[in-house]
């Protein structure tokens, strides 16, 4: 009788979320100042369109506290416990927020992923698998905690304008890139985005070097889950990268899925990243 939610920006795929029965509640993203709720009522291809076709601007907005309690509400009385995964507090006020409305119940828990896309995926998913095995709520929360350390996550950018139009780089940074055909990964560490390696040439490229170095030789994974996650990224190149993800280690599970509108706004089309746990 436990209940597992998740903030939108997990990116688990439906058939996940429908399996284990994961409730999800939408980010906002703002176009125009008309707001819309992230994966239900605006697509990744929306965005590309609007961003990429259109040059609006899109920006994204945080669940505030109302929402949450109306949220929380629905599940409170016919569960022993809720317990939500939001994104990362260093990248949304989602988490503070949870936590004021998550005060109005008694058994509402709030977990910080310091994370987001299928980083904070990976625990909704454990969380779900753990509820399912009958592990009750204090020992879900002890064991999700010990795992949000052990995240990686990283994803390689093809353009950088997306990440110019929302604020988070200069037009010097955007040309030198394009000119040089520079392709930046991004990391999270301790719960903060970082750049990391700077890959130079075709994507198809940077991304075989990206996974490569990801993986290779690297005795600290937990081989148990991979998520490849993109953004409109064509199939062709998705199964390049789960072809190289094979050279370098034998998975239990890799699981594709799509970068929700939330992670699109800023990573723009073809983005592409690896999310799995370290031991």
């Not at 016919?78 to 317990?83: K, L, M, P, Q, R």
């Not at 990976?122 to 709520?137: E, P, S, T």
């Not at 780089?169 to 955007?174: K, M, Y």
């Not at 094979?246 to 998975?251: C, D, L, R, S, V």
Request: glycine share 6%; aromatic share 10%.
């Amino acid at each position: 009788m436990i209940k597992i939610t998740a903030d939108s920006t997990c990116d688990l795929p439906a058939a996940i979320i429908e399996e284990l029965n994961i409730g999800v509640i939408p980010l906002h993203i703002l176009i125009d100042k008309k707001s819309f709720r992230d994966g239900a009522e605006i697509t990744q291809q929306d965005i590309f369109k609007y961003v990429g076709e259109e040059n609006r601007k899109c920006t994204t907005a945080a669940i505030n506290v109302y929402e949450y309690e109306e949220f929380f509400s629905l599940f409170s009385a016919e569960f022993e416990a809720i317990i939500h995964i939001t994104v990362g507090s260093d990248f949304s006020s989602c988490y503070q927020n949870a936590v004021l409305a998550a005060e109005k119940f008694s058994n509402v828990y709030i977990i910080d992923s310091k994370n987001f896309s299928a980083g904070s995926g990976h625990l909704a998913y454990d969380a779900a698998l753990m509820a399912k095995d009958g592990q009750n709520a204090r020992k879900i929360i002890q064991n999700l905690k010990a795992i949000v350390p052990k995240l990686d996550t990283s994803f390689v950018l093809d353009r950088l304008d997306y990440l110019k139009k929302g604020g988070r780089c200069s037009n010097v940074e955007v040309l030198a890139a394009a000119l040089l055909k520079i392709k930046p990964s991004i990391e999270v560490k301790d719960g903060k985005m970082a750049i990391g390696k700077k890959y130079r040439g075709p994507l198809l490229r940077c991304l075989e070097k990206y996974v490569q170095e990801r993986l290779e030789n690297n005795n600290l994974i937990d081989y148990s889950r991979l998520f490849i996650t993109h953004a409109m990224c064509p199939p062709e190149i998705v199964e390049k990268v789960k072809a190289w993800v094979a050279e370098y280690g034998t998975f239990d599970e890799i699981i594709e899925t799509y970068a929700g509108t939330t992670l699109s706004v800023h990573s723009g089309p073809y983005a592409l990243g690896l999310f799995y746990k370290r031991k």
